[in-house]
């Protein structure tokens, strides 16, 4: 049986695969837009970052494709599951991203939807696309630091 990854305690909803296809080069934490049947749905924990990813328009950063499943009790007043959601950063920030995403080959990348003193926020990453090779070499790199872990363990 396999161990199933523990989450740290105030994060709601992670993006594993971003690290396996992306080099992420620079993080930034970044509050979001919600609104209440959202906030509701998410701490419940049903939030995906999977195949999400943020634009910058008109001097605003966007997340698309963040699905949060609708709110159970909510009524006829439920958001859209994939609606995009505007994130709160600082102007110099928002022109920094920008400036970084217009060089070809990197985008900004939602890594983690966590709480912090009961707001919610998005880790954010510029991240540059890994080629397959890269991948296939970080898998290898993976596989011995674990075998020789397994060494060291079994050695004392």
Sequence with gaps: MSKKKKKSPGTLAENRKARHDYNIEDTIEAGIVLRGTEIKSIRRGSANLKDSFAQVKNGEIYVHNMH???????NRFNHDPLRPRK???????IEKLGTRTREIGYSIIPLKLYLKHGVCKV???VARGKKK????????DKAVKRDMQRAMKDRY
């Design 87 to 93: 994130l709160l950063l600082h102007k110099r920030e």
């Design 68 to 74: 949060i499943a609708p709110y159970e009790e909510g």
């Design 123 to 125: 880790l954010i990453g």
């Design 133 to 140: 090779y890269d991948k296939r070499q970080d898998l290898k």
